[in-house]
């Protein structure tokens, strides 16, 4: 890790205005505490902590990501983890709204309070102890479809689509109201913490979207709609992170008015391709297949990243590098230092040649 580094969260946030930044930025839509701990070699978990514990587990977690020279790191408050009889969109059970009296029995008033309940300690903490030149990128975690996936579970709610059209409709309104509400409380209180905001809603899998693009274009976009909007009232720009084959409306998702995206899959399309599509109107993060960085040895990921890391900054406009999903507890370690170690090498090259 390089411990001299200074942060500077203005780099990364030229890839929301599209521009190129001045050095390669990184950039990860998550870093699993557990692969933190494994990196370090010690515990790194907030369950349970509160006052000056939680403080320093955000400096050891904030520490971790400056040493490894990001510019700012990721944080969401996870709305989704908080919901009464959460937990359909893990699979294997249903979520508690299954029927019209589900859904006006469902406490959504209490919420909100729940929320900052759970929330507000860490946000506070987090503050508190932000190296200097960095800042948070994120806000609420979770999106509207994934919130519908857990508050009924997936094969549930294709079946309300067709069984109660009404309901069905009423749900992502009810969802998008919610979203207002927290993404307001947020955003009144900790917008000088985050860099830019970021919603992550994975609407499709590998060879389509999860829903119909017409059900999506009608019933989920308009309330990404809202977040975004409110997001640029306030002056932040909005980064949309969505997996999967998402090509067919990501036409409608442009005009919505997201400022960048990121996730990508090599099965889906290699990385280069979402650059010749998109790459001269929004900014793209990203880039490299997880795959990639845990199923090969250090020396064949850093000639990868060093190669394509290259590639893709010459290409796009705004472009930060990192993996095409996030850093699991999973992820090998050999691959994740080979692509740190790469990116410095592409920074000392650059700045090198511009001597």
Not at 62 to 82: M, V
Request: charge should be negative; glycine fraction near 8%; hydrophobic fraction near 35%.
């Amino acid at each position: 890790m390089k411990n001299d580094f200074q942060p500077d969260y203005t780099n990364l946030l030229k890839v929301l205005y599209n521009q190129q930044p001045d050095y390669l930025p990184l950039y990860e839509h998550n870093i699993d505490e557990p692969f933190i701990a494994k990196m370090l070699g010690r515990e790194v978990d907030s369950t349970g902590k509160s006052g000056a514990d939680l403080e320093e587990h955000y400096r050891v977690v904030t520490e971790f990501w400056r040493a490894n020279t990001y510019d700012a790191l990721s944080y969401e408050a996870k709305i989704c983890e908080i919901y009464p009889d959460h937990g359909a969109i893990l699979g294997g059970r249903l979520g508690p709204i299954q029927t019209r009296a589900d859904f006006d029995r469902y406490p959504w008033e209490e919420i909100p309070r729940i929320f900052i309940r759970a929330y507000k300690p860490h946000l506070d903490a987090l503050r508190k102890v932000m190296p200097r030149g960095m800042k948070a990128y994120g806000g609420c975690g979770y999106g509207i479809f994934e919130s519908a996936e857990d508050l009924v579970g997936y094969e549930s709610l294709c079946m309300m689509q067709f069984l109660d059209p009404d309901l069905f409709r009423d749900l992502f309104v009810r969802i998008g109201d919610l979203y207002e509400v927290l993404w307001t409380w947020v955003l009144d209180n900790y917008a000088d913490l985050f860099v830019f905001c970021r919603m992550g809603d994975d609407l499709g899998y590998r060879t389509s979207t999860m829903l119909a693009p017409d059900t999506i274009r009608e019933h989920i976009l308009p309330q990404h709609r809202r977040v975004i909007d409110l997001v640029h009232s306030r002056g932040k720009k909005f980064l949309l992170h969505s997996c999967g084959n998402i090509f067919s409306i990501m036409e409608d998702i442009l005009a919505n008015g997201i400022d960048a995206k990121h996730s990508n899959e090599d099965q889906i399309a290699p990385f280069s391709e979402w650059i010749d599509r998109y790459g001269d109107r929004i900014g793209l993060c990203g880039g490299l297949d997880m795959n990639e960085l845990i199923m090969n040895p250090y020396e064949v990921v850093y000639e990868k990243v060093l190669r394509e890391g290259t590639e893709f900054r010459r290409k796009a406009r705004g472009y930060a590098l990192g993996s095409g999903n996030s850093i699991p507890d999973y992820m090998s370690v050999d691959g994740y230092r080979a692509m740190i170690d790469a990116v410095q090498e592409i920074r000392r090259r650059e700045k090198e040649n511009r001597l």
